[in-house]
């Protein structure tokens, strides 16, 4: 949102494809919506907090930016680097190419197998967070919340302004990783660290227990969840249960960058891909065979480039729409040292080193047991997988040809860094997958009616309306500005 | 495992296997089946296990469930309509006519 501001009000056409059906992202999701529904959703309101609601004033100002063209309820399953983005919208589906595209996709929970996480009644913090925003739902019955990450405390907070008290905090991380991280507080960051504190305090005072340092966490049960087992303090602990809300932090969702031949990069501390991209958010190619040539236009921002949360997406969306305005010669690119967009960014991330050392990976921290399903979509164990990487499979793409994992209609999402992580394990010193799985369009559920009646809905836009997979270049392309 | 905030101001009607289910505008089908208490919206082509929404952003794809008619759609990104006719899915999606193992 805020790129497209920044690039509309200096006279750019913008594009805005967005999969949800009001702006706002998950971050600010049925902001709009909850608003207007006022005084129904006060309650709602008030136990999301002053953050969520500060989110309005960004979308007002796009929804009143003339020139943003906002295309909501479209769904995004192709990406090319010269530009090309293949849409999907109701039944209607076709492909833009633009001269600039701002890949802005976000975050996705880390996924964090452990055994029972498929059962009924196991969800993750942000799920339970799109039910209180979207779905106006909270939690009920015996809920225990399990993992790391500053998103478990927030999201315990607004629980309890609505009444809604769980069994069991079940912290992974320990006091240890809190004082660790101390030194690499920043002055900026210490508002932040401020909001941590209190949140933590209001939840003594509600007195909802919690425990930190736990480990082998398991949802057992029939069909659906029955209860939670873990370690704590070295002692086994059973905990009757009927929602495991998991939280592990989260990582850039990579998809598309992935699937547009993008270059990422193993975070070994994180356990997770990025991709890699220059400070203005320029994305480079991977050096593998790709649909297409030619130099990359996308620029990727917010947490699909680094996470930082919504006020660092913000000043970082501000940011890259700035290049793209001096690579078109609308602004004059800045001498010297770093401009006004660039410092925000800074300060918007200062608070990201502590956290990262204060909250690693805990869930996913140990690989899981064998009897543990990997892959949620074809039920495919880590036992499976180990054994296929002992047979010598050594490669993501070729363990996928033989046990399907990766190959349901997640495409990968949730078991692509585990497996990574498990051909690792089985020859330490080998260099880390340069990325997922190798990705093809559709990315998404295309309907096959939507893919035989493609057109393009703009002519002036939609230069390529064929299915070849290695678009023509066509000349004058770059018009729109 | 979920209860409305305040009042649901349902004005629709979606049916699960022909059960009547109130619905509120706007909001997605996967949060509508959950307040009404609905205990899977599928199982598995694999083992046949059952499955409710696990990440509610369309990552995960658990929430996979026939509406009216075209199977396998993400209940949490699809909006509800009034009289929208939903079919627990039970195993891969079935193409009309056509049943696959
Ligand atoms: S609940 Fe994960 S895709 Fe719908």
Same mark, same amino acid.
């Given at each position: ?12 056409? /913008? ?69 090309? @983005? ?15 595209? @701002? ?5 996705? #929970? ?11 009644? /196991? ?18 019955? +015996? ?41 690499? /507080? ?64 989260? @990582? ?92 925000? /960014? ?9 956290? %990262? ?11 899981? %047991? ?69 990705? +093809? ?31 023509? #270049? ?8 | !495992? ?9 004005? !629709? ?8 289910? *109130? ?21 598995? *082509? ?6 409710? *929404? ?37 195993? *891969? ?9």
């Amino acid at each position: 949102m805020s790129s497209a501001i920044e690039l509309a009000s200096a006279g750019c056409r /913008v594009i805005v494809l967005d999969m949800q059906p009001l702006p706002g992202g998950q971050i600010f999701r049925s902001l709009e919506a909850n608003m207007q529904a006022r005084p129904r959703t006060d309650a709602l309101l008030s136990a999301l907090g002053p953050a969520y609601r500060a989110g309005l004033a960004l979308i007002e100002r796009f929804r009143a930016a003339p020139g943003i063209d906002f295309r909501p309820g479209t769904t995004v399953w192709d990406l090319r680097a010269d530009g090309t @983005v293949g849409w999907l919208r109701g039944n209607a589906a076709g492909y833009l190419r633009a001269p600039h595209v @701002v890949l802005a996709s976000g975050a996705m #929970e880390r996924p964090t197998p452990f055994p029972g996480w498929t059962l009924p009644g /196991v969800m993750t913090a942000g799920a339970v967070q799109t039910l209180m925003k979207a779905g106006r739902l909270k939690p009920e019955g +015996r809920i225990v919340l399990a993992g790391t990450g500053p998103l478990i405390f927030l999201l315990a907070d607004q629980l309890r302004r609505l009444g809604v008290k769980p069994a069991l905090i079940a912290r992974t991380d320990r006091l240890g990783d809190k004082l660790a991280a101390l030194k690499r /507080v920043r002055p900026a960051g210490i508002p932040a660290l401020a909001k941590g504190v209190g949140w933590l305090a209001r939840l003594r005072l509600a007195g909802i227990p919690m425990r930190t340092g736990i480990s082998g966490l398991q949802a057992l049960g029939g069909e659906h969840l029955e209860s939670v087992r873990l370690l704590a303090g070295g002692k086994n602990m059973d905990i009757p249960c009927d929602l495991l809300v998991v939280h592990d932090g989260i @990582v850039p969702s990579t998809d598309l960058a992935h699937a547009a031949g993008l270059a990422l990069e193993w975070k070994r501390d994180d356990a997770s891909w990025r991709p890699r991209t220059a400070r203005d958010g320029r994305a480079r190619m991977a050096p593998c065979p790709s649909f297409t040539t030619g130099p990359c236009r996308i620029r990727i921002t917010g947490d699909a480039r680094r996470i930082g949360g919504a006020d660092a997406a913000a000043a970082h969306g501000r940011h890259a729409a700035r290049a793209i305005l001096a690579d078109l010669g609308r602004i004059a690119r800045k001498q010297g040292g770093p401009d006004r967009t660039e410092a925000e /960014v800074r300060r918007t991330l200062a608070a990201r080193p502590f956290l %990262d050392a204060a909250f690693p990976p805990g869930l996913a921290a140990r690989l899981p %047991d064998d009897a543990t399903i990997v892959c949620r979509c074809e039920e495919i164990t880590a036992g499976s997988l180990r054994v296929a990487i002992r047979n010598g499979a050594a490669d993501m793409n070729l363990i996928r040809g033989l046990l399907r994992c990766g190959m349901g209609p997640c495409q990968g999402r949730s078991c692509a860094t585990t497996l990574a992580r498990l051909l690792a394990e089985a020859e330490p010193g080998r260099p880390m997958p340069p990325s997922p799985f190798r990705a +093809r369009p559709p990315l998404r559920p295309l309907p096959l009616g939507a893919l035989a009646g493609m057109t393009g809905l703009d002519p002036a836009l939609a230069q390529v309306e064929s299915l070849d997979d290695k678009p023509e #270049e066509i000349a004058g392309d770059d018009v729109h500005a | !495992m979920f209860a409305p905030i305040g009042s649901t101001e349902a004005t !629709m009607t979606i049916y699960l296997d022909g059960r009547a289910i *109130p619905a509120r505008a706007g909001e997605t089908i996967a949060a509508c089946l959950l307040r009404a208490g609905v205990g899977h919206f599928r199982t598995t *082509p694999v083992s046949g296990a059952r499955r409710l *929404p696990y990440c509610m952003i369309g990552h995960c794809f658990d929430c996979l469930i026939e509406i009216d008619g075209v199977g396998s759609r993400q209940a949490c990104l699809s909006e509800v309509e009034d009289g929208m006719r939903l079919h627990t899915q039970d195993g *891969p999606a079935a193409i009309a006519g056509m049943e696959f193992q």
